[in-house]
């Protein structure tokens, strides 16, 4: 009842942001920016605080700014490569008030992701993310959990306590959907184009900002935005310098550590920082610990017109698998059901007795080093340079290397499925035997990203791209045998390689037509040529993969209204290219299609005195979407199926209203419909015996895609009663979501709103500059829920088996840090 009550409230919310308009008289603000020779700076960006309200400079250097209520402001201008000014104004009538900024002394560590950034004039829907922001909840969880708050957003946690294998869809697109790059250089992988958070632990602690541009957005490097894309920018120098020591404690035997340093400016132009972490977790789901380690270093040179900079960072983790799920008759404390699932997957007796005493906290697997072990270093070089005030160039080298493996026991294997000849004792004939082995991803990705851009009176344009090469080998060996006949230790049972070349290159152009009136065009080229071969895990050989060569292209409009507000309109392609399962899971013979994404948006974006609101509808239309119908290849793994059409329509709204200086509320709500028009289930039935091979076909019309809630809603209400201490209340709702692409109920996640509550004190010795306690409690109100899932089903007969499988979050945890900053 009290959580249904919060749902309406935050709806309500959202409407009433919608409301806000000052009765009072009001004022206008105006003048211009120039620089100290006396020339216009177009697009530099006023800010009026405390209020969000602001614009940017037109083709003459002027600004205007109208319905101000009376009061007391600072009035901030900023434009890059610039001192930023801010002025102390009391309004009580009409002003105009000139700026003239002068030459920064150092270039800005933003440049360095400029040429992958949506701005205010940019017509596409992103959000902002501010290192605040990030820190107020940073206390070990994995960014995605991080980043949960933000519009259109679904994260789930394997080991159900945000810490290890951590997942994030964003308006129903999943992580090989979703573009990131960090400093502009792309860290998907390249053949699953997934992104494992969990080999960049506490990437956070290192984070200066976050763009999360949703739909295509504008072009970037890496793997295609087909969803969205999330553009980081790692740590910036800082003015002095500090040591941090950060150490977090909680439920689960949750543990994380850092130490940071920051020199400051040494001498006139150089900067270092760095890193050290350590994060540990039980994790809430049986035996899903985490061990994960990682580190930071950057070091650069500042010059007036130069940024020459060095990182490197990296991570190492032990993971226990936690992939199997929970099976929903363990959920559900159906004994029965689990009996069902132990007769249909051949459990043993220790693995009946592990399901059936093991509650909703259920794992599967048992052997002591069932883990994920693996580790990924990211090398980085950038280099920046304005020529003058108009031009300015980036380029950047990148290297990644990753290396590990994953443990398995294996219980009464087949010789044959390690083409390993059958072993005879006497004369008995061994064909089967226990193992554990080990799969291996050995990799190197590398390559260059470049950008030169242009920002004149009415032309704001930008040239660039990336070049990239990715070897991926995949391979196989056994550690152990029960049996091990004519064997050796590590014998590669099976060894293959992936090997991907990656070109993009693109114009953004933006003009100003207007005072009001801008138009935006963006060009993209890419080529992919992908290439496996070898002998894969199931025995077969694979020599498969493709070429591809997309174009891009995207286009809108910006215009910007009297009242400091200004409607967007967008229309972008993106073409993506098959993953590597695509291609070796295929029957053989066919080679599945490239996907294509058509991105309308039209937006609204509102700055007031107290406010601010965005409004944002959006058509997402697909053309040969690929998904899973039930359907295997040959030798029985699930392959993908290109479905002709499909599209996402939905509207967000997000609001900030703080209508007092101790209280902001901030809601965000989104409504969609994610459908595929024509779509056909493959069920296989196996006969009685399971010695047929026989597929039942369904068609379904108009059907949900899975994992695509109609409703996702966010909300959170910041309390200061006093400066030191900040109280804040988060709110999630997430709507049905089902495990296929059915629309069936029956296998379905259950809609859920979670309650978060953070509370935050800063102090301060002598010796100290800088201390704070910091207390979360996750899902205050113990709410028992799913955040993920799968499903699979086949006949056997007249005998139907249909299994649902669910990854359980934890109900109510806390955890509990001290940080200190020297």
Do not use: C
């Not at 810490?163 to 792309?186: E, K, Q």
């Not at 290849?633 to 479905?643: A, E, F, H, L, P």
């Not at 069920?683 to 809630?709: L, M, Q, V």
């Amino acid at each position: 009842m009290f959580n249904a009550s919060l749902r309406y409230i935050l709806v309500a919310a959202l409407f009433a942001l919608t409301q806000f308009n000052a009765n009072a008289q009001s004022f206008k603000l105006s003048g211009k920016v120039r620089n100290d020779q006396n020339e216009a700076l177009v697009g530099a960006n006023v800010l009026l605080l405390p209020t969000k309200k602001g614009t940017v400079t037109d083709t003459e250097g002027d600004f205007k700014i109208n319905n101000i209520s009376s009061g007391d402001y600072t009035l901030k201008v900023s434009y890059v490569g610039y001192v930023s000014e801010e002025r102390s104004i009391t309004l009580e009538a009409d002003q105009e008030i000139n700026f003239s900024l002068t030459k920064d002394d150092l270039l800005p560590e933003e440049v360095i992701v400029s040429a992958t950034r949506a701005s205010r004039k940019t017509p596409t829907t992103f959000t902002n993310v501010k290192k605040k922001e990030i820190e107020k909840q940073n206390l070990g969880q994995d960014l995605p959990i991080l980043l949960n708050y933000t519009p259109s957003v679904v994260t789930t946690s394997d080991a159900g306590a945000g810490v290890g294998y951590t997942g994030i869809r964003i308006r129903g697109s999943d992580a090989t959907r979703i573009n990131v790059t960090i400093n502009g250089v792309p860290i998907n992988d390249a053949e699953s184009h997934g992104t494992f958070w969990v080999n960049m632990p506490d990437l956070a602690s290192s984070t200066n900002n976050i763009q999360i541009q949703r739909g295509v957005g504008t072009s970037t490097n890496g793997a295609a935005a087909f969803g969205a894309s999330i553009n980081m920018l790692t740590g910036a120098p800082s003015q002095e310098a500090f040591g941090e020591v950060n150490n977090s404690f909680g439920s689960f035997n949750t543990r994380r550590h850092n130490v940071i340093f920051n020199t400051g400016k040494l001498g006139t132009n150089w900067n270092f920082e760095g890193r050290l972490s350590s994060i540990h977790s039980d994790g809430y789901i049986d035996r899903a610990s985490s061990d994960l380690q990682s580190y930071f270093l950057s070091g650069g040179y500042y010059g007036e017109k130069t940024i020459i900079k060095a990182i490197v960072f990296g991570g190492k983790e032990k993971t226990y698998q936690s992939w199997w799920g929970t099976p929903q008759a363990r959920l559900e404390n159906d004994i029965e059901g689990m009996q069902e699932v132990i007769s249909f997957n051949g459990y043993t007796d220790e693995q009946a007795e592990n399901l059936l005493n093991s509650g909703r906290t259920f794992n599967y697997y048992l052997y002591e080093n069932e883990t994920d072990n693996y580790q990924q270093d990211h090398y980085q070089l950038h280099f920046s340079h304005e020529f003058d005030s108009k031009w300015l160039a980036n380029a950047a080298l990148h290297y990644t290397n990753g290396r590990g493996y994953y443990e398995q026991y294996r219980e009464n294997d087949d010789f044959a499925d390690y083409s390993l000849p059958n072993l005879t004792i006497g004369d008995s004939t061994i064909t089967s035997t226990d193992l554990v082995r080990r799969r291996w991803l050995d990799n190197d990705f590398y390559g260059f990203t470049y950008s030169l851009s242009y920002a004149g009176n009415k032309i704001d344009a930008t040239f660039g791209g990336a070049y990239n090469e990715y070897y991926g080998g995949h391979f196989g060996e056994i550690i152990w045998a029960r049996f091990a006949g004519n064997t050796e230790i590590r014998d590669r049972y099976y060894d293959n390689f992936g090997n991907k070349f990656d070109f993009n290159t693109y114009l953004k152009v933006n003009a100003q037509l207007t005072n009001n009136l801008s138009l935006y065009g963006d060009l993209q080229l890419r080529n992919i040529n992908y290439k496996t071969k070898g002998i894969d895990a199931d025995q077969q050989f694979i020599n498969t993969g493709g070429k591809f060569s997309f174009f891009n292209p995207k286009f809108g409009a910006t215009y910007q209204l009297e009242d400091n507000s200004l409607v967007y309109l967008s229309v972008a392609r993106s073409n993506r290219e098959p993953v590597r399962n695509d291609f070796v899971d295929a029957p053989n013979g066919q080679t599945p299609k490239h996907e294509q994404l058509t991105d309308y948006e039209l937006g609204y974006r509102a700055d007031g005195r107290n406010y601010n609101l965005d409004f944002v509808a959006y058509y997402m239309d697909y053309t040969d979407q690929l998904v899973l119908t039930g359907a295997v290849n040959d030798v029985g793994s699930n392959i993908r199926t290109n479905v002709e059409n499909s599209y996402r329509t939905g509207i967000e709204l997000i609001g900030n209203y703080r209508p007092f200086s101790f209280l902001q509320l901030g809601a965000n709500l989104t409504l969609s419909q994610n459908k595929i028009e024509n779509f056909t289930e493959v069920i296989y039935d196996y006969g009685t015996n399971f010695d047929e091979y026989n597929e039942i076909r369904k068609d379904f019309a108009n059907t949900d895609i899975s994992f695509s809630p109609n409703v996702i809603g966010g909300g959170q209400l910041i309390l200061t009663p006093i400066k030191p201490l900040q109280l804040t209340i988060l709110g999630k709702y997430v709507g049905k979501q089902y495990l296929d692409n059915t629309s069936n109920d029956e296998r379905a996640i259950s809609p859920y709103f979670v309650s978060d509550f953070v509370a935050s004190y800063s102090f301060g010795f002598s010796f100290i500059k800088r201390a704070e306690v910091k207390l979360m409690v996750n899902n205050i109100f113990n709410k028992m829920y799913t955040s993920n899932g799968y499903t699979f089903g086949y006949n056997a007969g007249a005998t139907k088996i249909r299994e649902n499988y669910y990854y359980p979050q934890a109900g109510t945890n806390f955890l509990l840090g001290l940080n200190l900053r020297f």
